[in-house]
């Protein structure tokens, strides 16, 4: 009998709360992909990468990436399909950011080579 793929909701994760995470750290989060685990790899290297049951991701954030913003950035250079990442800040409560249709848009501008800065 073959294994089944699980179906993962690539803009869901579960609370910070519910993970056996270090407190007083920050974290990032997002739900498995094929590109996810190559981000994961990178943007938290030295850190180790751990799984949450078959659907999503987590590690502590390394001391260079210091915002949000800079998490969602390295994430990006991986990760080309619109998905949610999930961010905590040192003592901070956890945020999920959704892709929007203007970061959607503007991702695709960005890709595709049309948009410059």
């Known amino acids: ?37 190559i981000a994961m790899q990178n943007c938290c290297a030295p ?7 078959d659907c ?4 502590e954030i390394p001391s260079n990436i210091t915002s ?3 998490w969602g950035d390295c994430v990006n ?14 003592g901070a409560m956890a945020t999920v950011g959704r892709p929007t249709m203007m970061g959607i848009a503007m991702m695709t501008l960005l890709v595709s080579g049309l948009y410059v800065m």
């Open 68 to 70: 949000q913003g800079e």
């Open 1 to 37: 009998m073959a294994a089944s793929t699980p179906t993962c909701d690539l803009n869901s994760f579960p609370s910070f709360e519910s993970l056996n995470a270090t407190k007083g750290v920050s974290l990032g989060g997002l739900s498995t992909s094929n590109d996810t685990l």
């Open 56 to 59: 999503d991701l987590w590690c």
């Open 77 to 90: 250079l991986y990760v080309k399909e619109p998905h949610g990442t999930a961010y905590r800040s040192e």
């Open 47 to 53: 850190n180790p990468v751990h799984a949450v049951g």
